[in-house]
């Protein structure tokens, strides 16, 4: 039982290098979800996607681009890293067939930006 | 928008209950989630209200009441793993979208 599956699990970039971050699931959820997490913020949005190829902006969309070309899959995407995208980066997904519609979540990528 | 607040820390006792408070302001409630996070693990589902009351699941319960803008997250017998962060989250009508507190770090000693 997979779940929800986030590579890589660490990464150190320079200021603007480019990266992906990628995100599978294996539960069939329709919702898919990029967080940032930062010692004392909690979880904030980035973007998330309500199914295949839709995406939307969350609360701190700004530097992140993300694409769902595939149900299970949810790219994050730094064109060229700051030193203020250093965080932990959580994916979730969630299905609203349950009415709860509980997000299941990643391990988390540490990002280092230099 | 949203404000969820919570305490940062709290310490605990083995065998003690305690009792994780949060208070929101949000524009269109739509259900409270409560999330356990142990320290550099994800973040995994606990509870889940939507109707004012409390449920009970083992030794957590969550309580909400919708106004006064309140929940509480309630842990029996503590037990030394219950040391990890707790996270409220409240979901808003305006999409399925989860606005996260910045959740309480709960230490448990012997």
């Known amino acids: 039982n997979a779940g929800v599956t986030q590579t890589p699990k660490f990464r150190v970039l320079k200021t603007g290098q480019s990266m992906t971050l990628l995100c599978a699931q294996d539960m069939n959820h329709e919702y898919m979800y990029w967080y940032r997490q930062d010692p004392g913020m909690g979880l904030r949005l980035i973007h998330y996607s309500v199914g295949e190829g839709t995406t939307a902006k969350g609360e701190v969309p700004d530097g992140y681009n993300v694409s769902r070309l595939k149900k299970q899959n949810f790219l994050l995407g730094l064109e060229s890293a700051a030193p203020s995208q250093t965080s932990v980066y959580f994916c979730a997904s969630g299905d609203w067939t349950l009415a709860k519609n509980i997000q299941y979540f990643g391990a988390g990528t540490r990002l280092s930006v230099l | ?110």
Not at chain 2, 34 to 45: D, K
Not at chain 2, 62 to 71: D, E, I, W
């Open chain 2, 1 to 110: 928008g949203q404000n969820i607040d919570q305490p940062t820390e709290m310490t605990a006792t083995e065998g003690a209950i305690v009792q994780i408070n949060c208070t929101y302001q949000t524009s269109g409630f739509n259900g409270l989630f409560w999330y356990q996070q142990h320290a550099g693990e994800a973040p995994t589902f606990l509870s889940y209200n939507v109707l004012d009351g409390l449920e009970e699941k083992g030794r957590f319960s969550s309580f909400l009441s919708r106004s006064k803008g309140y929940s509480y997250l309630l842990l029996k017998e503590l037990q030394m793993k219950d040391s990890a962060s707790y996270l409220c989250a409240v979901r808003s009508n305006a999409g399925n979208m989860l606005t996260f507190g910045g959740g309480t770090r709960l230490m448990v000693k012997p």
